[in-house]
């Protein structure tokens, strides 16, 4: 559960790390004496994403979310005019708001300074060689039909010196390959039934077509395109993604640490209920094993 929370945190701090930038205090509106400025905008629409900021760009759709902040801000003056921030669950959501705040305010000072170098990624990458290695693949097509009379129709067309791949696109009931001549793509071991697996990777060299195999699908004949060999990713492709993941992992290592810290510098009392003992539930209570 600490876990799961600590992720969450980690999340809304990287939102925070890639707010959108808002340096104009070019005021748009004016709602009584109060300005309405850019700043206050590109605010209010960043939690949006991408999608609201280039609506924001367009003129029909920055009329439209600076009409918005102007309803909110009405809407605020008036919650204020008839005292509606004095109620207690107002009070009480504003407290929460402030905490929510003041911790993700913490946490951000906490991880400020946070870095991975390019030493330590490689590092990383170079201890962990099993996690970027790329198995074997081989890139195939493959004719499916689903009898006998078309699997002869299909060989003869072959035999005749008709295109492979022209054969697929007529015969082939494969609906996610025929259209393409029966490409597959890269596949690794492990991904196609048994049989088709077996014999597609008995293949030796490209341009190599397989006698008839069948499967529960049916019939098919096998083109081997391209052969693979297994290999590793070169350290400048995963660079960025990984050094990101070691930074996520060092971010979410430093705030359990200073979580641990905290504790031990203000009172924690955990006082949630002990589970009942399995002799004290009544059968009720029971929850039923899996069939």
Known sequence: MARKIFAAFILVLSF????????SDKVLARVGSE???????LEFIQPFGQQAIMLYGTEQGRKMIVDDVIAM????????????DQTPEFQAQLLNAK???????????????????DEEAKKFYDSNP???RQPERIRARHILVSGDEALAKVQNELKAGKSFDVVAKEYSKDPGSAANGGDLGEFPRGVMV?????????????????????????WH??????KIPESTVPFEQV???LTQELKDQKTQTVLQDKAKELESKYKVERLTDKPKDSADVTPSQNVKPLQ
Do not use: H, W
Request: include cysteine.
């Open 239 to 241: 660079k960025e993604r």
């Open 16 to 23: 925070s790390f890639c707010a959108y930038a808002a340096e």
């Open 221 to 226: 004949i096998i083109k081997l395109e391209e």
């Open 99 to 117: 905490r929510a705040m003041l911790a993700q305010a913490a946490m951000k000072e906490a991880v400020k300074d946070l870095a991975v170098t």
């Open 130 to 132: 099993a996690m970027f």
């Open 73 to 84: 801000r009405l809407y605020a003056l008036d919650a204020e005019a008839s005292k509606l």
């Open 194 to 218: 048994p049989e088709f697996e077996k014999t597609a990777f008995a293949l030796k060299n490209p341009g190599d077509v397989s006698e008839p195999v069948k499967t529960q699908f049916g």
């Open 35 to 41: 300005d309405i400025t850019e700043s206050e905008i």
